[in-house]
């Protein structure tokens, strides 16, 4: 069972696990419920689905679901967080690529109904773009549940330090931390892209139900910072301590600094 603290911090709900998995297939369930009684109710669910280390094990989970307990996607309709740019849909460090790698080849999501803000549009489009992503978000009635990560700096999606509340999908510039964390993945500094498309933080508070999963010891310092420091845009997911909707689901390493 997870430790439950509703009432001893400014959180409206953080569930701490044991170790990652148990906290991904926590996630995952969440998810899949959404799914389940959105089905019954004849309805699409509306996902915001993340990229990146954390919710590896928690699509690894959705992908179980859907092959052994016959969990459909059929009327999920999926909108990404976010995108590197200017990097096309099959970049192997696209997260158009990474979705398909780790969840979307493996279920039984229409082809149509998957939206990420494909990044390959001239730069004089991006505006305009940006624009088009964030309305076919509302003409869906918004989105019905968010998963999210967290970056080391605090941000959420791309939302980098700085990152006003009010904003919506735009062009950001990747801070150095982000950058340098993605150096792994695209081998030198100088490959990791400057530049990102990212939903905005008002795209994301907008959301009927918000996860935000962080996993290991690295992610502490940061969820204490957003859990319990000031509300401010120095940390962009300090704002969801404002946000009824939101639970934090943390393994016991990323949660070290806030336990009492
Ligand atoms: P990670 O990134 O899952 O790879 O740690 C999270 C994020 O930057 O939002």
Redesign the pocket.
């Known amino acids: 069972m997870p430790t439950k603290f509703n009432n001893h911090s400014k959180a409206k709900s953080l569930n701490i696990f044991g170790d990652a998995e148990k906290a991904s297939v926590h996630t995952a369930k969440l998810i899949a419920e959404l799914i389940l009684e959105q089905q019954k109710k004849g309805k699409p669910s509306v996902l915001g689905l993340?990229t990146?280390?954390?919710p590896k094990m928690v699509y690894q989970e959705l992908i179980r679901l859907h092959q052994n307990e016959s969990l459909s996607f059929h009327n999920v309709i999926s909108f990404n967080l976010d995108e590197y740019y200017p990097i096309g849909p099959e970049h192997i460090r696209s997260y158009t690529y990474f979705m398909r790698e780790y969840l979307f080849k493996h279920i039984d999501i229409k082809p149509e109904n998957i939206y990420i803000p494909h990044a390959v549009c001239s730069p004089d489009r991006i505006e305009d773009y940006c624009r088009d992503y964030e309305d076919r978000i509302t003409n869906f009635g918004g989105l019905d549940l968010q998963l999210l990560?967290?970056?080391r700096n605090g941000?959420i999606g791309f939302n980098e330090p700085g990152s006003s509340f009010d904003s919506t999908t735009r062009l950001i510039n990747l801070h150095s931390l982000t950058r340098k964390d993605a150096q792994a993945d695209f081998g030198t500094i100088d490959n990791v892209p400057r530049q990102a498309i990212s939903i905005g933080i008002h795209t994301i508070t907008q959301a009927k139900k918000i996860l935000l999963l962080a996993l290991g010891e690295k992610k502490s310092e940061i969820i204490s910072k957003a859990l319990k420091g000031e509300i401010s845009t120095d940390v962009p997911a300090s704002i969801l301590q404002k946000i009824p909707q939101v639970e934090y689901i943390l393994d016991r390493d990323a949660a070290a600094l806030i336990q009492d």
């Open positions: 993340a990146g280390n954390t990560g967290i970056g941000h």
